[in-house]
């Protein structure tokens, strides 16, 4: 559901992360299990498929509605911060940790250490 009151919202300061349940779930059950059945080519593969079908949402979106910003309820994964931001927005913020996501991916495979933490604040 959506709330599109005019009102800025009062939300958690950009990098206050998920809430330590969701945290601990997401990095100690989630991903070690999606790493267990899902490889490295595939999950870049479904980082750029998932970017495409954004950008096919998007295109028929007057400027006014990609730029307005829409505040929605919290669901589990997404940080509070994030909750109020613009179809623009998004599909920056999803580039700019996709490009990261890919790049640590992909040293990972490899049996590199990670150098870069993926972070949008």
Known sequence: MTNTH???PILEAPG???PPAEAFISRHLLFPT???????????QLLISNGKESLNLAKPLAEEKLTQKILINRFRGIE?????WSV???ISHLLITGEGVASNTEQLARG????????IE
Do not use: P
């Open 34 to 44: 999606l790493t267990t059945f899902l490889s490295a080519e595939k999950a870049i």
């Open 16 to 18: 206050n992360g998920l």
């Open 80 to 84: 509070d911060s994030s909750r109020h």
């Open 88 to 90: 623009l927005m998004t």
């Open 6 to 8: 005019s009102a800025v």
């Open 112 to 119: 590199e250490k990670v150098d870069r933490v993926v972070r």
